[in-house]
């Protein structure tokens, strides 16, 4: 086993956006100054560092670690990344729904097709839903416009939707989420719709617990770094 760094650090401070622990510059892992686009990310992030006890536990520093993401594997390729994410266009969560049980449908219904209804208006698109879980192509002018929609975000608010899509598996619930339409907490409950539901009838595991509250940390995370961002 790997020993984990430990905090060498007494003050962590703020000077233009930038961290400084005990007056150095904090750096990303490929070593480029951690500069932040806002003051309330930037005093948000710096409060992860003053909280760490003993060993760095990144699992506990969400905020730095999307940080990071954006300036050392995004930035250098915005254009890539974005496209990326864009393609969850083609098989967005909720276009693919139950064919029974009718408990289950209407549930879907009731929570997926809110958000397709806010997509529909936001961007003039058009969506096919389908039952059961083979593929459907979505119009060409609808992952078009979607794809506009991410890739006119840079860097840092990239690095906050990627957890929202991937976690998801939905573009539309992650751009209603960074755009205000539709709070984290109800963006949660619609992606993990279908596994609750299976939990509800079957029961579920510790592991998958356990696996569950991982991504509902990440994903809280992701909806606040955004947040900080405006």
């Not at 991410?150 to 976690?167: C, I």
Request: glycine share 6%; charged share 25%; with cysteine.
């Amino acid at each position: 086993m790997i020993p984990q760094a430990k905090r060498f650090w007494k003050d962590v401070t703020v000077e233009n956006r930038a961290i400084r622990l005990d007056g150095r510059a904090l750096r990303t892992p490929a070593r480029a100054e951690l500069v932040l686009p806002t003051d309330a990310l930037a005093n948000a992030i710096a409060g992860e560092w003053r909280q760490v006890e003993g060993e760095i536990d990144p699992h506990t520093m969400p905020l730095t670690g999307l940080a990071n993401a954006a300036i050392d594997r995004i930035a250098p390729d915005t254009a890539a990344f974005a496209a990326g994410l864009a393609r969850y266009a083609e098989g967005d969560l909720l276009c693919y729904r139950a064919s029974h049980p009718t408990e289950l449908t209407t549930r879907q219904g009731a929570m997926w097709d809110g958000p397709l209804d806010w997509a529909r208006a936001r961007y003039g698109v058009e969506f096919r839903v389908t039952a059961g879980i083979v593929h459907v192509t979505q119009p060409e002018e609808t992952v078009k416009r979607l794809a506009a929609a991410v890739s006119a975000r840079d860097a840092f608010h990239l690095a906050g939707l990627s957890p929202l899509v991937t976690l998801s598996g939905s573009l539309v619930l992650a751009l209603a989420i960074a755009e205000g339409a539709m709070t984290e907490h109800d963006g949660w409950e619609a992606a993990e719709l279908d596994d609750l539901w299976q939990a509800e009838q079957w029961g579920e595991d510790v592991l998958a617990t356990a696996a569950r509250e991982d991504k509902r940390r990440d994903f809280r995370a992701a909806a606040r770094f955004l947040g900080l961002l405006e």
